[in-house]
């Protein structure tokens, strides 16, 4: 079975700062890591691999230094990896970000199934992997929890519901997006980080893309706009319930009755 | 093809622009400002740096869109076997809102199979057209045949904006019809306005795990396409008396393909959803023994509430995740939440900050938690909490 999976490098803590006098983001530019939800996706296509053979391609897209992400995905086991890096993709919202990593995997070659984590913890989305499928125009299946069966043709798998589980026969190909917790990652080998340490990452520029219209990749071919970004807003009106701990109790009883909360 | 052209000329300072932006994108070579491939065309460098240093050029324009073209905002109606999800009504709400500022009509699209009782049903909220797409073929839903339904709803009715909920349906849903029609779509929105002049849909979600505030506009391509969470939303109000066309819609058959066959459903045990409690009582960090989280579930009891907390809880197994509330947990909009030893972590923050009164206690008076707190208890939880107990229970004769 061959196997994409989709990576992303995110910035290492999810506490990121804002200036509270620019608005602006306070960023650790060397503070990085797999988005944590990839790990998961990852570890899917390796037991995959281990029951069904084949091969694991990871594909992630970013500046040069997220070669790293893909080096980690090699110490964990996959076969291959490349990276989708263009100035002109630059700026890309979900749409166009979709768009070049489904041409991206295009340029790589066929593949019986795409995994997805079912968001980064940066964008927050879980947008781009339908997406994906779409322009792929392949199934797909979201919220996976459980993979039952696999056979030559199709994929059992669990789809989380809010009330229900629904099972779903799935042909190939196909992409999923699976769940936090479908199996526990593994960590990274050490073996593996020597044994791949000289192995090779293409890098895909547009001129690699079965369509090189700039129109359609970066900041142009992107639909949604950031008219601005600031900081959120704090609550204004306030009580301070002060005292003792019994005082403060009480005043606070009073104010749950008041407001007929008791 | 639009990109940014740095000016060196109308640059006095170098690294004061290359702080401006934030995402690190830019450096100082050779004396030289450069931009490297991880920009994210925010603009900020545009706009807040130093006039004219950075230039914003828009190489090939598009065909100009004919926006009037596009009228009306349409809801997508989440429902499972016949029942509508609530967030439809909140959805609905604020359809009718946006498109009252147009002028224009308010549409639901309900796709699925038997599904007459919930169309009547949509009848007293207000919607001035109700289009049923009702198939055997719909009962449950696949992504081929739904988003193809969904794309010939859009062609024959051309809705400006679309209103989806972030069921697990609606954020699979969704992106996958934004894709086909090869246009926008904002993930999760808290605050959406429409502005009458452009038509343009003005959305506002937290990005960057809540850090920052991103208002979003889709300027040049319609429909305009937006997922908003359970709860963010004012329901519209259920009226006694009957509004609104239904509007029965047939699809070719050859539409309904899917390569997808659901085999079996098996119904989960009914949760109690920490989303549906009027009253939380939140657990963070600063809860430090199961004695203490037994105490907070006491509590939650005696007010009628759910115990919930933040994440670092759930992942010592002290919660389950579905009691989470954060970005990456579950959005509430109580109408009471108390937070008991929580820092207030912008993530935890974004999931509860619409409830209508919420309480913090935490012993660090600087916590990040009081900001966002109507009421505030400085002090120690473990003396404060049975205190609490013992005086609701007072009050309540008990």
Same mark, same amino acid.
């Given at each position: 079975? &061959? ?24 960023? +650790? ?63 890309? +919202? ?15 070659? +066929? ?31 979201? &919220? ?18 809010? &009330? ?99 | ?27 100082? *070579? ?35 869109? *004919? ?19 609530? #967030? ?43 289009? #049923?797409?009702?198939?055997? *073929? ?83 391509? /319609? ?5 908003? /969470?359970?709860? #963010? ?20 058959e050859k539409k309904l393909v899917s390569n997808e066959k659901i085999i079996d459903i098996i119904p989960k045990p009914a ?29 939650? =009891? ?59 206690? =935490? ?36």
């Amino acid at each position: 079975m &061959n196997i994409l999976v989709c990576i992303k490098q995110v910035p290492g803590s999810s506490e990121v700062k804002v200036d509270p006098d620019t608005g602006l983001l306070i960023r +650790d530019g060397d503070n990085v890591k797999m988005n944590p939800y990839d790990l998961f996706a990852l570890e899917t296509a390796l037991r995959l691999k281990k029951e069904k053979g084949g091969e694991i391609t990871v594909l992630s897209m970013g500046p040069q230094a997220a070669k790293a992400v893909i080096e980690e995905a090699f110490a964990m086991g996959a076969d291959h990896g490349a990276l989708l890096s263009d100035r002109r993709f630059g700026g890309a +919202d979900v749409l166009a970000t979709s768009y070049a990593l489904s041409q991206g995997i295009k340029a790589l070659g +066929d593949f019986d199934l795409i995994l997805c984590g079912k968001q980064t913890t940066d964008g927050d989305t879980a947008q781009v992997g339908p997406e994906i499928s779409e322009y792929l125009e392949i199934p797909a299946v979201a &919220n996976v929890t459980k993979i039952r069966e696999v056979t030559d043709e199709t994929m059992t798998v669990e789809m989380d519901m809010p &009330n229900q589980l629904e099972v779903v026969e799935v042909a190939f190909p196909c992409l999923l997006t699976v769940e936090k917790d479908i199996y526990q990652p593994r960590l990274p080998s050490y073996v593996l980080k020597k044994a791949t340490a000289d192995r090779k990452i293409p890098i895909y520029s547009l001129d690699d893309m079965d369509d090189q219209d700039e129109n359609n990749y970066g900041l142009s071919g992107s639909p949604t706009q950031v008219k601005k970004i600031f900081p959120p807003e704090t609550n204004t009106t306030q009580t301070m319930l002060e005292g003792t701990a019994e005082e403060q109790a009480k005043k606070l009883t009073t104010t749950l009755a008041d407001l007929k909360l008791i | 093809m639009a990109r940014l052209k740095v000016h060196q000329d109308k640059i006095d300072d170098p690294e004061a622009l290359v702080a401006v932006c934030p995402f690190g994108s830019m450096s100082v *070579k050779d004396g030289n400002v450069v931009i490297d491939d991880s920009c994210r065309m925010c603009l900020n460098c545009v706009n807040t740096g130093p006039k004219g240093a950075v230039e914003f050029i828009v190489e090939k324009k598009k065909k100009p869109l *004919k926006k009037e073209r596009w009228q009306g905002v349409a809801v997508y109606v989440a429902q499972v076997d016949g029942e509508i999800h609530p #967030v439809t009504y909140e959805l609905i709400g604020k359809a009718k809102e946006l498109a009252g500022k147009l002028h224009q009509p308010v549409y639901a699209l309900l796709i699925g199979s038997q599904v007459q009782a919930a169309a009547k049903e949509l009848q007293h909220y207000g919607i001035d057209k109700i289009f #049923v797409y009702d198939d055997p *073929k719909l009962a449950r839903f696949a992504i081929e045949p739904y988003t193809a339904v969904f794309e010939r709803f859009i062609k024959q009715n051309k809705p400006n904006s679309i209103l989806v909920g972030a069921t697990t349906v609606g954020r699979q849903l969704a992106p996958r019809v934004a894709a086909r029609m090869r246009t926008g779509l904002t993930a999760d929105t808290t605050i959406l306005d429409m502005d009458a002049k452009s038509t343009d849909l003005s959305q506002i979600r937290p990005a960057f795990g809540g850090n920052i505030i991103a208002h979003i506009v889709t300027p040049n391509n /319609r429909p305009q396409m937006a997922t908003v /969470r359970y709860k #963010v939303m004012d329901a519209a109000p259920r009226q006694e008396e009957i509004s609104g066309e239904i509007v029965e819609k047939k699809i070719n058959e050859k539409k309904l393909v899917s390569n997808e066959k659901i085999i079996d459903i098996i119904p989960k045990p009914a949760e109690q959803s920490i989303e549906s409690a009027d009253v939380l009582v939140a657990a963070g960090r600063g809860v430090k023994s199961k004695a203490e989280l037994d105490q907070l579930k006491e509590l939650a =009891n005696l007010l009628g509430g759910q115990l919930a907390g933040t994440r670092p809880l759930v992942e010592n197994g002290w919660i389950d995740v579905r009691q989470q509330i954060g970005l990456s947990g579950r959005t509430v909009r109580p109408k009471l939440i108390i937070c008991v030893g929580i820092s207030g972590a912008i993530q935890f923050i974004a999931g509860m900050d619409n409830a209508d009164n919420i309480v913090a206690i =935490n012993n660090d008076p600087k916590a990040t938690i009081f900001k966002s707190a109507h009421y505030c208890l400085v002090g120690d939880q473990s003396d404060i909490i049975p205190q609490l107990i013992a005086d609701i229970k007072a009050r309540k004769g008990e």
